[in-house]
């Protein structure tokens, strides 16, 4: 059986009132459930439903680093002003990447334009087709702030805003995907194709254009990260590399895994098949999940196991996407939990 990521990224989490500023606070950042996403046969019940009052799933609550696009776009630009008097070698990048642009999409489209052209793909003709899809659509903008936010306060090798928009692929493939999910969605597929292939080809990540992904997103490292095309996620999810949300490969049509919101799936986990994890669930690394994983628990193991905690059976108090926490639940004790 695979075992579990053993990280130092967090601590125990502290209730000290004093600490209101840690992630875990982030509990009411989730939404209650991720029903808007699921594009058909909806998952059991036992499996997403989650309770109303739950203060885990406070949908009145807007999380403690919520910014207004501007104010985190001057931020960016602050952050690389530091950048170049650190580095006068990167004066160029930084102007060409940041500081010449006046908004986070025009920086955003060129940058994936750069990253992502060739030879028979210019920069400039894919750089307008990201301009108009970023640009016209509030909720890609809404969606590469909350991924921005969510990969600085989740991944303690983020060192800025900017140092994540620069150089971390997994945030790059996730907006990238945002534009191609869009152009498949009004009937351009070739072109939502063309653009898979390159992502696949230049960052190591899979994302079919019919996936649908929710906001908050972090694919921490992201190499061999692959996403099938019916696979549903929902928001404030973080997912680690080598991770496959994928078919069972005997049937067609909705085929692929629904993940809930704030669910941590771990490295070298494989989901198959169009089975559901249940909102803040956690699956441990070296997982195969072949059925329903239901609502904050966790699953380890091939085939997966659901593990009971002694203090508390069936539920985690924390949000596991948020939190990083990866190794809590080694002191638990498996259940029948049996595929």
């Not at 840690?22 to 996403?37: E, R, V, W």
């Not at 669930?281 to 999940?289: H, M």
């Not at 059925?291 to 997966?304: E, F, I, L, Y």
Request: with cysteine.
């Amino acid at each position: 059986m695979a075992t579990c990521i053993h990280t130092s990224r967090l601590e125990t989490p502290q209730t000290d009132s004093k600490h209101n500023d840690h992630p875990c606070n982030y509990l009411k950042y989730c939404s209650q459930s991720f029903n808007d996403f699921v594009l058909s046969n909806p998952l059991s019940q036992k499996c997403i439903q989650t309770s109303k009052k739950d203060p885990i799933f406070d949908k009145k609550s807007k999380p403690h680093e919520e910014q207004d696009e501007d104010l985190l776009w001057l931020k960016m630009k602050k952050e690389a002003r530091l950048d170049i008097q650190q580095e006068p070698v990167l004066t160029k990048y930084y102007s060409d990447s940041v500081m010449m642009h006046n908004s986070l999409e025009s920086a955003l489209a060129h940058h994936l334009s750069v990253k992502l052209s060739m030879s028979s793909l210019p920069s400039s003709t894919l750089k307008d087709i990201f301009s108009s899809a970023i640009s016209s659509d509030e909720e890609i903008i809404q969606a590469v702030k909350e991924d921005l936010i969510a990969v600085k306060q989740r991944d303690p090798a983020c060192m800025s805003h900017v140092h994540c928009f620069l150089n971390f692929k997994g945030f790059l493939a996730c907006q990238a995907h945002r534009v191609s999910h869009k152009l498949w969605s009004n009937g351009r597929k070739t072109l939502a194709l063309v653009i898979q292939s390159r992502v696949s080809e230049v960052f190591a990540v899979d994302i079919h254009p019919g996936a649908k992904i929710g906001k908050g997103i972090l694919l921490d490292h992201a190499t061999g990260v692959v996403v099938g095309e019916t696979a549903v996620i929902g928001d404030n999810v973080s997912i680690l590399h080598n991770v496959t949300l994928g078919g069972t490969g005997k049937v067609s049509g909705d085929r692929h895994p629904k993940i809930g919101n704030g669910v941590l799936i771990g490295a070298g986990t494989c989901v198959l098949g169009n089975v559901g994890i249940g909102d803040a669930a956690k699956i441990g690394a070296g997982s195969v999940v072949l059925k329903d994983v239901p609502a904050r628990s966790t699953v380890v193991g091939n085939p997966a196991k659901l593990i009971r905690r002694k203090e508390n059976p069936n539920k985690m108090d924390k949000v596991p996407a948020l939190i990083m926490d990866h190794t809590s639940h080694i002191e638990c004790q498996f259940s029948d939990y049996v595929i």
